[in-house]
């Protein structure tokens, strides 16, 4: 049975060399996703690791897309996450803060507790990078092992299954 391991970082570089550390272990980089609150930050992790380039979800948004991230940020606004890997066809442009649920009814629609669904938001918001890594069983132990070994990488409560 497959598990979802889920890790937070609060700077794209140490979501970069944990990602480098588990694509070592032998994880694939299509069971890697990570999320984010800003799009230009993960094309940087995309470049660095080999994953997949970043996806946002809302079509409109390319030509005025650095105006309205910036302007969410500064006038708290919700935003729209971006994501790279899987969890993109179901989490890109789902928007967070100022009391949307959009993120939370995603991750809690894949089994995600809902008071970890919002915890996982609250720290997107705050501008930290969430990584979900999906694994066999067998090998979640190991995983967690490696994400647990990195100073500035906070493993997120334990397995869960997706």
Do not use: C
Not at 25 to 48: F, H, M, P, Y
């Amino acid at each position: 049975m497959a598990k979802l391991l889920i890790a937070i970082t609060k700077s794209r570089q140490d979501a970069a060399l944990v990602i480098e550390d588990l694509k070592q272990a032998g994880v694939k980089k299509g069971s890697i996703s990570v999320v984010a609150r800003t799009e230009q930050e993960l094309g940087l992790i995309s470049r660095d690791t080999g994953l997949s380039k970043p996806k946002r979800g809302d079509g409109n948004h390319a030509l005025f897309h650095p105006l309205i991230e910036v302007a969410a940020i500064l006038e708290d606004e919700p935003a729209n996450v971006a994501v790279i890997g899987p969890a993109a066809k179901l989490l890109a442009g789902a928007e967070i803060g100022k009391g949307s649920d959009d993120f939370v009814v995603g991750l809690v629609g894949v089994g995600i507790p809902e008071k970890d669904a919002k915890e996982i938001e609250r720290v997107l918001v705050k501008g930290d990078f969430v990584i979900f890594i999906e694994s066999e069983e067998e090998e979640a132990g190991k995983l967690g092992e490696i994400i647990a070994s990195r100073e500035d990488v906070r493993p997120f409560s334990s397995p869960l299954k997706p």
